[in-house]
């Protein structure tokens, strides 16, 4: 039921005509009676920020950390058009709020696809009624909001974390263009759970080094990368350890998603890294690996080249010695000590034919590790980037 399943929700997807193909592209999640309700929300860390990014944080301080609904579209991602961008988006939040009855301030906005194009306003703005007048509660609702917030993305991507008594749900979009550094693409989840928002932010930066910050498919970060929670309290005060638990369980499932979908991605690959001075250190290697061009064409081959893995480990900039390293493709362990071991090469090239791969390198120098979930790289990748259209 994705953002939907928690009490005091509605969403609605249309097609307003952004993208030009019928496809659904304007998407809404509000509280049910369009009152605010607590929310947090972080952003990209890109100095190249997209108007929606500014006009939400901004409409965030100034409602002290409520919001009644957020207004998400695709097919343009209202970013580097200047002071016309950000009026753009101030627009898109007036026309939500005269709708559901809030102040424009009270409305959140987020937008996803093409960079340095010209918001379609008038568009988005004609579309606005619709959207706001189908916003209904259950399952549909949710599917419908999800998959207008898709651009690259095959699937749509939701997930629900169902407690005792209350529930986090959420939807994203995010298939290139992702190396988060304190956000993600685009993701809006919600709960029932009575929760300030400091308490939601807390839970939000709890979440991320376990699910969007360990997710890098090519090693760019996007210029409107957002994730929102809003909390509507419908089920009431809660534990805060339990809320964050379920609130990074959502967050780490739709990362998952995410690597899943990656554009052309015929692996997930999880990067392991052991044996590290400390957990920072592994995580710096961890994502050398990761984001490796050679690494990532070789899993695209079904190679089994630990050497480039071994390669880029040593370029990282962390303490290592060659003498020391061990790599393993899952449970076979190819390499340690720095040399190329005797291993069973055919079991190993049966692994490699898996989408799911386990890739571990143990430096051998302390107790640090660290996670990051990656992608190969194939043909598909570059075909999908050549060009804007």
């Known amino acids: 039921m994705s953002v939907t399943a928690a009490k005091g929700f509605v969403a609605s997807g249309i097609a307003c005509g952004i993208k030009g193909d019928g496809r659904t592209d304007l998407s809404l999640v509000a509280t049910s009676d369009g009152r605010p309700v607590p929310a947090a929300a972080v952003f990209t860390q890109n100095q190249m920020t997209a108007a929606p990014v500014i006009t939400t944080r901004n409409h965030l301080i100034r409602a002290a950390g409520h919001a009644a609904a957020v207004v998400l579209n695709s097919g343009n991602a209202n970013a580097?058009?200047?002071?016309?961008?950000?009026?753009?988006?101030?627009?898109?939040?007036?026309?939500?709020?005269?709708?559901?009855?809030?102040?424009?301030?009270?409305?959140?906005?987020?937008?996803?696809?093409?960079?340095?194009i010209p918001l379609p306003i008038d568009t988005i703005e004609a579309g606005i009624p619709q959207l706001v007048a189908e916003r209904a509660e259950g399952a549909d609702a949710g599917r419908a909001a999800a998959d207008a917030i898709l651009t690259t993305d095959t699937v749509r991507k939701v997930s629900v974390a169902q407690r005792d008594t209350f529930?986090?749900?959420?939807?994203?979009?995010?298939?290139?263009?992702?190396?988060?550094?304190?956000?993600?693409?685009?993701?809006?989840?919600?709960?029932?759970?009575?929760?300030?928002?400091?308490?939601?932010?807390?839970?939000?930066?709890?979440?991320?080094p376990v699910s969007f910050n360990a997710l890098s498919v090519d090693g760019c970060t996007s210029t409107n990368d957002t994730v929102i929670l809003m909390a509507s309290g419908a089920a009431g005060p809660v534990d805060s350890f339990e809320l964050a638990a379920a609130v990074a369980e959502v967050c780490t499932d739709l990362a998952a998603q995410m690597a899943g979908d990656a554009e052309g991605a015929t692996k997930v690959v999880k990067v392991r890294v052991t044996g590290a001075v400390s957990d920072s250190q592994a995580e710096i290697a961890a994502r050398k690996v990761a984001e490796s061009q050679l690494v990532k064409c070789s899993w695209y081959g079904k190679d089994p080249y630990w050497g480039r893995i071994a390669s880029e480990l040593g370029s990282a900039g962390v303490s290592f010695d060659p003498d020391k390293v061990s790599v393993r493709y899952g449970p076979h362990l190819v390499a340690d000590g720095g040399v190329t071991i005797d291993h069973d090469v055919a079991a190993v090239a049966a692994y490699m034919e898996n989408r799911d791969l386990d890739v571990t390198a143990d430096l051998g120098l302390g107790r640090g590790e660290a996670l990051i979930l990656t992608n190969d790289l194939t043909h598909a990748y570059i075909d999908e980037n050549m060009g804007t259209s």
């Not at 988006?89 to 906005?109: D, F, I, Y």
């Not at 550094?181 to 807390?202: G, I, R, S, W």
């Open 167 to 208: 529930v986090v749900g959420g939807m994203a979009k995010g298939a290139a263009m992702l190396a988060p550094n304190m956000a993600t693409m685009l993701a809006v989840l919600t709960t029932d759970a009575e929760a300030t928002p400091a308490q939601l932010k807390a839970a939000l930066t709890n979440a991320l």
């Open 80 to 116: 580097a058009n200047g002071r016309p961008g950000l009026d753009h988006a101030k627009r898109t939040c007036a026309g939500v709020a005269a709708q559901l009855g809030c102040e424009g301030h009270e409305v959140l906005v987020c937008s996803t696809g093409l960079i340095g």
